[in-house]
């Protein structure tokens, strides 16, 4: 009896161990509203649409303590349609994020499919919109496409000294006969103390496509932001100035010429910037912004952005928000009102939905 007793006593010893040693979580956010949408080529459109403020997604992520301060960890990321159920990218399970990699007191290094340290110095420091609803910056600075996330990407992010930290992304394009076309290497430098959070980031963006007539030494797409802000108390300010060279540095959201006319072409040399501010009162908090594009092409199609929104806590996990946005094309540029999920249809778009997290 006693040795049966003494088996259970280290068998749950060990369980507990292992528990604490070893986690997983699923996580992930839960996200609808009605979009109307104004200004398009089709006319206005009223939608039930996801992932408004933050795509709906569903996620799995762990760590496993392998002792002397070092942790593996993972993470896998589904994005979902909630008003159809679909994945919002067909033929894809995690879509939206999959690595795997270490961690120690050195830093972090993982493998697989990331965010970009420009998508993250937008999205994180430079939007007081977090590069969600109809105020997203997304609608003007150039985070279309593999500017937002990459395949194939290796990743270290250091930890932070001083107020400082840094991360360094590669991603391969694995292009047979060519190590570099269609790579993307992308940088960051962080600081953050007290009220403020500041952020240098770069994107470097190959467009060559190896093996093909016609794709081969083209341009190089370039991106550099400096965001910022600071948190005054009683509410946060937020600036931001991109700078947009080369091929591919300003991709449009919605390249289907949703004005009609004669298409929209993608700036080569563009600058952004960004002034907002977020002011908590209560359970909510008020949310505005002014972009501008300065396409300084011959073309010249430049566009401002103005946005308006209102969040509104119910508990620590759901929210209600409302918001709108409204863009001034100019000679014939084409940037659409959109959200998190949706590139948009028209110059305008008010959205009003529900958010909630687990």
């Known amino acids: 009896m006693k040795k049966t007793l003494t088996a259970i006593a280290i068998f749950g ?7 604490a040693q070893s986690s997983v979580a699923v996580y992930g956010i839960v996200d609808a509203g009605i979009v109307r949408e104004q200004g398009g080529v089709n006319g206005s459109a009223t939608n039930i649409s996801s992932g408004i403020g933050s795509a709906s997604r569903l996620g799995f992520r762990g760590t496993e303590d392998l002792g002397n301060g070092v942790s593996a960890l993972f993470l896998l990321e589904a994005g ?9 990218v067909s033929g894809s399970i995690f879509n939206r994020q999959a690595y795997v990699g270490l961690k120690s007191e050195l830093g972090t290094l993982t493998l697989g499919r990331q965010y970009t340290p420009y998508y993250n110095a937008v999205s994180q420091v430079a939007d007081p919109f977090g590069a969600g609803y109809a105020g997203s910056a997304k609608n003007l600075m150039p985070t279309a496409g593999v500017n937002t996330r990459t395949s194939n990407a290796v990743v270290y992010a250091s930890p932070v000294v001083n107020g400082f930290s840094g991360e360094l992304s590669y991603s ?36 060559d496509v190896a093996g093909l007539a016609g794709v081969q030494d083209r341009q190089i797409g370039r991106n550099t932001l400096l965001a910022a802000n600071y948190n005054f108390g009683v509410a946060k300010a937020y600036a931001a100035y991109g700078v947009n060279e080369g091929l591919n540095s300003s991709p449009l959201a919605n390249n289907s010429n949703p004005f009609g006319g004669v298409a929209p072409v993608a700036s080569l040399d563009s600058r952004d910037m960004l002034i907002g501010v977020q002011v908590p009162f209560g359970a909510n908090a008020l949310m505005a912004s002014f972009i501008r594009k300065d396409d300084r092409t011959a073309f010249n199609q430049d566009a401002d952005q103005w946005a308006l929104g209102l969040t509104r806590s119910l508990s620590k996990r759901t929210s209600l928000y409302t918001s709108y946005g409204k863009i001034k094309n100019k000679n014939g540029a084409g940037y659409t009102v ?17 958010r909630h997290t687990f």
């Open 172 to 207: 391969l394009a694995e292009q047979g006969g060519n190590s570099i076309a269609g790579r993307q290497i992308g940088a960051a430098l962080s600081f953050g103390a007290g009220k403020l959070n500041a952020r240098l980031a770069h994107n470097h963006r190959n467009n």
């Open 338 to 354: 959109g959200n998190n999920s949706d590139v948009g249809s028209g110059d305008t778009a008010y959205n009003a939905g529900i």
């Open 80 to 88: 979902y349609r909630l008003d159809t159920g679909a994945s919002d």
């Open 13 to 19: 010893a060990f369980s507990s161990l292992a528990q």
